[in-house]
């Protein structure tokens, strides 16, 4: 067993970053990835043309593009769509209602200054303890419910997160949310592309990649690591788990010895959103298609049924929403041994929605639909992470710290984000703290 050697676990954007950066450094290393592909949540399929990509898990831009990140595998794949073209209808007369993106604007700037002001609050507690007495009634419906939008992912209830208490500034340039981009800049061509291109440049490095290797167990052991997965054991001086949040609250991975008592409180104060994607593909918009997002409303939803449009992005009328996350829980929970009639019954669902923000219009059933549920899936447990009021500096150290010889990286351990950008940032930050522990051990 070479000192230069390093195991990877996962071979999503993060895992990938990792052992590009060490192998650029002369480091051997071996990726293992539990998937028959690439990509962890990043996951591109096709519409019924079998070449418009649609993607069933990260889907736009959220980071600055001056950053290397972009400049590298994204310059000249995006396009930011008009945020003020979307349109906002109520399900329960059909009526567009005027001024959306003044609504949201507003949300985002009280939000800018939540990080420091609320910290400690859930986001339920947030909301209603804003001032908002300057502000009509009407206003203030609208103003609640973006921020519901921005706040409520998948349908997690507002009382689970928060805002934590541990330090987030100053924010690493690489790592900043850019507000401005934020939810309107999308991949042009499918995500697909970034994770092709990373596997290409991993492959001219050397790095071994592994896939259809599920891991199971992992055992620090003196001056290193074994990683066994379902058919071989692997061992390495050090190893670099990117399992997810999700993954490592369900236990499904054995450690031994088993992660610090730190770590595990770290975790608990960590949620992970239990998320369903829902994709309809029709032959013809039969909606305002210039707009990135259409939002349905009703006094009876618990927040904004938010469907993105893909139709400005690749002339398709393809709708995609996460927001009957909740819904879909209820079925699949409902109808355990058949998932067949749970989707069923919620395709009708969101198209009982649709139709209700359409009335004068006929509205066709889907030529082709897709169910993506990221908390069935076995290497993901949910789609990403939110943390809770209770999440300290301290419990973020520990989160974030090695367990001897393993380190833990991708966006999940980040303290400033769960996007693409900053899984990148955060595998570089641990990859070169490992080659600094290397050097130390010549």
């Given amino acids: 067993m070479a000192l230069k050697e390093v195991i990877v676990i996962g071979a999503g954007v993060a895992g990938l970053t990792a052992a590009l950066t060490l192998a650029k450094q002369g480091i051997k290393v071996t990726v293992l990835e539990a998937r028959d592909r690439l990509g962890g949540r990043i996951y591109t399929l096709t519409a019924r043309d079998a070449k418009t990509p649609i993607e069933l ?14 400049q590298h595998y994204l310059k000249a794949k995006t396009i930011r769509l008009d945020a003020q073209k979307s349109a906002l209808i109520s399900i329960d007369n059909g009526q567009e209602q005027p001024a959306l993106f003044k609504y949201y604007q507003i949300a985002q700037d009280l939000l800018a200054d939540a990080e420091k002001k609320a910290t400690g609050q859930t986001f339920a507690q947030y909301i209603n303890n804003l001032d908002l007495s300057s502000y009509s009634q009407k206003e203030i419906y609208w103003i609640k419910r973006f921020l519901e939008n921005s706040l409520l992912h998948h349908c997690t209830p507002l009382s689970k997160g928060g805002f934590p208490t541990f330090n987030r500034e100053p924010i690493d340039n690489q790592e900043a949310w850019n507000d401005s981009d934020a939810d309107f800049c999308f991949v042009k061509n499918g995500y697909h592309q970034v994770i092709a291109q990373m596997q290409e440049e991993c492959l001219k490095a050397n790095v071994n990649i592994i896939q259809n290797s599920p891991v199971v167990k992992i055992v620090n052991i003196e001056n290193g690591v074994e990683v066994y997965t379902q058919a071989q054991k692997y061992h390495a001086p050090f190893a670099i788990s990117t399992l997810p949040i999700g993954v490592l609250k369900s236990n499904s991975v054995q450690f031994t010895p088993g992660l610090s008592q730190d770590k595990l409180q770290a975790l608990a104060c960590i949620g992970v959103h239990d998320a369903t994607r829902v994709i309809l593909e029709f032959e013809q918009p039969f909606w305002d298609n210039e707009g990135p997002y259409i939002y349905l409303d009703s006094v009876n939803s618990r927040c904004l049924l938010e469907f993105r449009n893909a139709y400005p992005l690749c002339q398709k009328a393809i709708l995609l929403t996460g927001k009957y996350s909740d819904v879909a829980r209820s079925l699949y929970d409902q109808y355990p041994e058949d998932k067949v009639q749970a989707e069923k019954e919620l395709i009708q669902r969101v198209m009982d929605d649709i139709r209700k923000a359409y009335p004068h219009k006929q509205v066709p059933a889907p030529i082709k639909t897709m169910i993506y549920c990221w908390t069935a ?22 989160l974030e710290k090695p367990e001897d010889n393993l380190y833990f990286a991708g966006a999940d351990f980040s303290r400033f984000g769960f996007s693409v950008h900053n899984a990148y940032a955060n595998a570089q930050k641990v990859a070169k703290q490992l080659l600094q522990n290397l050097e130390r051990q010549k």
């Fill in 57 to 70: 898990g990260a889907s736009y831009w959220e980071g600055y593009q001056d950053i290397p990140f972009y």
């Fill in 377 to 398: 899936d076995p290497f993901a447990k949910g789609a990403y992470p939110y943390r809770t009021a209770n999440m300290t500096e301290a419990l973020q150290q520990a």
